[in-house]
């Protein structure tokens, strides 16, 4: 049986128009190599700026979904919400800041994916309680030793294996087994559903589902190993499908800078 697949593409107030450009000369560049709907999420956007990007969208096919959440959930109230709409599809999800960078970055996934498969195109092992134990120069001791404790709360130490929540594939009943009963209301909590104690990786970890990365040359990797795959912080990233600001950023970083990105990723 065909599986049906939707890909998001999250368009919000927080990202600008070169964004948007951005994604779709690559849309346009790289080929998915599988059949797929492409749904823009217009999201937090007034009409005027709808409109503006709208024009701009002409230049592809696309499905348009104006999110009718008026306070900001994030990317994860709007995957619920299409989700309910499109309960028999699999979903590929990416943020305002990401596009694709390698041919058939679809098809990879598609090859993979089934309704019991959580799919990152990386991952990492980084904890937010480890990093918590570094106290930046502008803050205060109070406010260190609160991180700390929210942080030993809410996160496993290192090694705390997960995906990151931009550039996956899943099934929509999936997610809405995950974010079914949750709601997200400021970054924080957003940080927590990547990967806190109860977040998206360890949710489908304890529900014995396959989670797991993969990279351009379709081969699969669990995330423990996940520096192999050459995708995020690991080598200079050369097995990459998916860019996003955090892997942007580490291929702009000095030796040192990069050094640093992978200690924090894998150790």
Known sequence: MTKKIIVIYNCSKYSKIKDLNQFIINYKKYK?????????????????EIIKRKKILRKIKYVSYIDPQINNDFEWGSQKRLAELYKNHFFFFLNDFSYPICKNWLKIFASHIKKNYIIGSMGNLSSHFKNSLYRKRNENYFTFVIKIIYSYINYNNFPNPHIRSTGFMYHAKAYLDFFKDKIVTNKRLSHYYESGKKGMSNFFFKKKYSVFIVNSDNKKFDIVNGKKSLTYASGNQEKLIISDKKTRAYQKSDKLGKKKMTKQAWG
């Open 32 to 48: 998915p190599g599988t059949a797929h709907t492409l749904i823009i999420c217009f999201k937090n956007l007034d009409n005027k």
